[in-house]
């Protein structure tokens, strides 16, 4: 049996220790905002913080992880009110948005170690793959995420946290309808 904590709750799978994460916690925990998408580790749809590192958990197993810290986007900020989450939704930086868990996984742990990145840090940092070419986006995006976490800028025209899921769409300017 595999323990480790997911989301700031200790876990014990009762699984196969070979078994990659991700299934363990999209089979098992039922935390389905981390996607498969390549299985190869190319993509990064599946890209979890794992300590403080982001990781692609379909190549890492369940026994790597043993005694870890895990983090999910479910638990990036349950309320939405990450400073990426805010700036993703007030810029409309999403398109089809089955690449953004991961995408935001890994601009998340980019800016927690650093909240002034450079065009090349980011490059190098988001790797992950895109298939609608958010690309132009994501970098002001994560500049300006960084800027709101240094308390340099607000984001006004996403939704403020607390907002119910349900409720988001009704929130965001973007998503109402004309």
């Not at 983090?71 to 805010?86: C, K, V, Y």
Request: hydrophobic share 35%; net charge neutral; with cysteine.
């Amino acid at each position: 049996m595999t323990k480790f904590t997911v989301n700031d709750r200790p876990v014990q799978y009762r699984m196969d220790p070979d078994t990659p994460l991700l299934w363990a916690l999209r089979d098992a925990s039922n935390l389905t905002g981390t996607k498969y998408g390549c299985g190869t580790g190319d993509c990064g749809a599946c890209t979890v913080d794992i300590d403080g590192q982001a990781v692609r958990s379909c190549q890492v197993t369940i026994r790597e992880t043993e005694g870890r810290f895990v983090t999910t986007i479910e638990a990036l900020s349950p309320d939405r009110g990450h400073p990426l989450q805010q700036v993703f939704a007030a810029d409309n930086v999403s398109q089809c948005g089955y690449c953004i868990p991961g995408v935001l996984m890994t601009a998340a742990v980019l800016l927690k170690r650093n909240s002034d990145p450079s065009d090349e840090e980011i490059d190098a940092a988001i790797t992950n793959i895109c298939r609608c070419g958010i690309y132009p986006r994501l970098r002001g995006a994560i500049k300006r995420a960084g800027k709101v976490m240094r308390g340099e800028e607000q984001v006004e025209a996403a939704p403020p946290p607390g907002v119910s899921p349900e409720e988001a769409a009704r929130a965001v300017p973007a998503l109402r309808r004309p």
